[in-house]
């Protein structure tokens, strides 16, 4: 049987972050009730006439310009003739040959090894409704608070070749769309999902096979499960002498399968034309300029800052820079304490907090601001508090943003490390447990940690570790 390679190409879509949507002035707040954001525009009545939001047009453009693109000075709105049952119109408001953004790529490293994904093309069009089917009446409802929310899709080119390269590609791209404000991309309500073209051919060759369209995929997690499961699928396909089939296909999650839903439109089945109801956008040349300033520096260029300037490995800085907020968090306090130090506490002690209080690993949702986190890094490394207390400590620190300093000095846990007073605790702690000391000096070294914490439990965990070890390491060497 012939060796397969995948050629998979992705079509994000992602909601953009504004207060109304694309067309008219109702608002695009998640969760309200069933048809309460609905005006005459986005229902589809005669005679209504769109608008587009400038500040979608804004957003479109900086997702081009921070995935490298061409941005278009001029692009063209287009009626997608399709039937859409939670689109009113009978045809979604989208881009066709004049989008607003095209050419652009994003550079991955796959354990190393750079990898630059092609992006044809973004353009804006309207989000549909959504369709509620009663599981206890035969009855369908919909929706349409949704329809007319703005949205770009982003279309990469065929360069990825597992779905592990999916994957990361997604994460990077859901990190500059969250990382500059653009969308939440909350994938639960919907606001990034991703439709995934897979097809495979045999190694060597450079003829596309023939694609099937993965729907609506809106986790990481079903990403990587539906396109492994669908290059496997192809393969039994063609090894069994059979052809696949060009068609949308349907994940389900929990059989982790893919089925079909219909056969796969081509772009001449939606009978795109210029909607004549809206003019041309036009961006000037200034603001485009503007837009460029403002980009700020983007995720992977901060990524690998962090990397060097913290020593660490790609994964513990993927998580620093998965969202702004965070990342401003970090750096901040680096300044006044060790990065790596400051790393290490954000990843532990405060991932577990966020964990346990149901928390996002996001800093606007803490009490605690970087100077609190600076000065506990600092505090366990010069020994004012051992790393122990550091750890028992910061649960209250992190709940109500007390400084460590303040805290420690009004419960008076600093760690001792008058060597008089540790002496006397090594001393007590030998002269308590005679038949240990006898085991010791005669070769079972690893009572060491029995009398270490015995001193510790004598000082309430206050001793200094350090200078303990070497007070009994000298009295217990002597006979």
Not at 67 to 74: D, H
Not at 158 to 175: C, G, N
Not at 331 to 354: H, M, N, Q, W, Y
Request: glycine fraction near 6%; proline fraction near 6%; hydrophobic fraction near 40%.
């Amino acid at each position: 049987m012939p060796a397969y390679e995948a050629v998979i190409g992705l079509e994000v879509h992602v909601h953009l972050a504004t207060k109304s949507k694309l067309f008219c002035s109702c608002s695009t707040n998640f969760g309200d009730e069933p048809n309460s954001n609905v005006c005459e525009i986005c229902s589809g009545m005669p005679g209504a006439l769109p608008a587009p939001n400038r500040e979608a047009i804004h957003l479109a453009a900086l997702t081009g310009i921070a995935t490298n693109c061409e941005i278009n000075r001029r692009s063209v709105f287009a009626r997608k003739n399709y039937f859409y049952p939670d689109l009113p119109s009978g045809y979604q408001i989208s881009q066709f040959d004049l989008p607003i953004c095209e050419h652009g790529h994003i550079d991955l490293d796959m354990d190393g090894t750079p990898r630059r994904i092609g992006i044809t093309r973004i353009h804006m069009e309207n989000d549909a409704g959504k369709n509620i089917h009663s599981q206890h009446e035969n009855a369908s409802f919909v929706d349409l608070n949704r329809a007319g929310v703005p949205l770009v899709e982003i279309v990469s080119e065929p360069d990825m070749r597992s779905a592990a390269e999916a994957v990361q590609y997604l994460k990077e791209l859901h990190a500059i769309v969250t990382y500059l404000g653009i969308s939440d991309g909350n994938m639960e309500e919907g606001s990034f999902r991703c439709d995934a073209n897979v097809s495979i051919r045999p190694v060597g060759a450079t003829a596309l096979g023939t694609r099937t369209e993965l729907k609506n995929l809106n986790s990481f997690r079903h990403v990587q499960r539906a396109i492994e499961y669908e290059i496997a699928r192809q393969e039994d396909v063609l090894n069994a002498g059979k052809h696949v089939v060009q068609e949308t296909r349907l994940y389900d999650a929990a059989k982790n399968v893919t089925a079909p839903m219909r056969s796969k439109e081509e772009a001449e089945d939606y009978r795109y034309f210029p909607d004549p109801d809206i003019l041309p956008v036009e961006i000037s040349a200034a603001d485009l300029e503007k837009w460029r300033e403002s980009i700020p520096e983007l995720p992977s260029a901060r990524r690998n800052r962090f990397m060097e300037m913290a020593g660490l490995a790609m994964a513990e800085a993927d998580i620093l820079v998965q969202n702004r907020a965070l990342a401003d968090f970090f750096e901040e306090a680096a300044k006044a304490a060790t990065p790596k130090k400051v790393a290490a506490l954000i990843l532990g002690p405060v991932s577990r907090e966020c964990n346990a209080r149901g928390l996002p690993l996001n800093p606007q949702k803490w009490q605690i601001v970087p100077a609190v986190l600076a000065e506990l890094a600092n505090m366990t490394v010069s020994g004012v508090i051992s790393e122990k207390i550091a750890g028992d400590i910061f649960p209250e620190i992190f709940a109500t943003g007390i400084m460590p300093s303040q805290y420690v000095k009004e419960k008076g846990l600093a760690q001792i490390s008058d060597v008089s007073l540790l002496e006397k605790a090594v001393d007590d702690t030998i002269a308590a447990n005679p038949a240990e000391v006898e085991a010791y000096r005669n070769g079972k070294t690893k009572l060491m940690g029995f009398f270490v914490g015995q001193v510790m439990r004598q000082t309430k965990g206050k001793a200094n570790p350090a200078l303990v070890n070497r007070l009994l390491a000298e009295k217990l060497g002597q006979k």
